[in-house]
């Protein structure tokens, strides 16, 4: 496996993984094309793709899938085996089976609540799938699995989440679910209150303490004052003493 496609299938989950909460193990649908691709090129997919993806996986099909390949003789008994091999997931379909597209196509909508990733060489089911945002595109060209690159689609619907425009109803749920799980709830309380805590001295406080500055500096002037009334009241009672005494004489 080389370095810079490891790198590029990495750079990719990171952006389903950020904005559409993929986990592990990773859920992938595949179809009859897929299965016989692998076939025809020698892939082991249960023993490559986790490596590729860079995490658990489980791979999966439906009944309509299994169905169509049966129903397409020995020239893909083959990629029936493969298929028959992995989980298969419960679809509409029981009573009229589909064809494997539509099928897969039924498991994705509303949003694709169950986070699959589609596997498949049909290229229609592919243009199909790249028109619905958040679902990841695995394909296989020569003897190589390729995860695709976010469609359009996913990129548009991303900006919109950022701008706080378009936010699903499980998405919201999942989203403060993640956040009282991890305690941030409680952490952003925590800051907000730090923040108030965090302001300038109260300018009420600054004129008193201004004010009683000023009383203070007012007290040795008064003080002074007094202590000059005071002298001048017994210099004159000393000056009168002289007096009264002359007179007695």
């Known amino acids: 496996m080389g370095v810079t496609r490891q790198k590029h299938a990495k750079k990719i989950m990171g952006f389903y993984k950020h904005n559409f909460q993929f986990r592990e193990p990773f859920q992938v649908l595949l179809d009859g094309t897929f299965c016989q691709a692998a076939l025809r090129n020698k892939i082991q997919i249960r023993e490559q793709l986790p490596g590729y993806l860079d995490g658990a996986t489980q791979l999966c099909t439906t ?21 028959q091999r992995f989980h298969v997931r419960n679809c509409s379909h029981h009573k009229n089976p589909v064809s494997g597209s539509t099928c897969l196509l039924s498991m994705i909508e509303d949003g694709n609540p169950h986070h699959f990733f589609i596997a498949t060489q049909d290229q229609d089911l592919s243009n199909k799938v790249k028109k619905k945002p958040g679902i990841p595109l695995l394909f296989i060209i020569q003897n190589t699995m390729v995860l695709d690159k976010p469609s359009p689609k996913s990129l548009a619907f991303v900006q919109k989440l950022q701008t706080n ?24 309380g925590e800051r907000r209150r730090k923040r108030k805590r965090a302001g300038g001295p109260n300018p009420l406080s600054c004129l008193k303490k201004k004010k009683k500055k000023t009383q203070e500096g007012q007290e040795p002037s008064a003080e002074k004052k007094k202590r000059r009334k005071r002298k001048r009241n017994r210099v004159k009672a000393e000056a009168m003493q002289p007096v009264q005494k002359n007179e007695g004489e």
């Open 63 to 83: 009944r309509c899938v299994i169905k169509e390949l049966e129903s397409l003789g020995k020239a893909l008994y083959g990629a029936k085996l493969i298929a």
């Open 165 to 188: 425009q378009l936010v699903p109803e499980y998405q919201k749920q999942s989203i403060v679910e993640l956040k009282e799980k991890e305690g941030l709830v409680k952490q952003e």
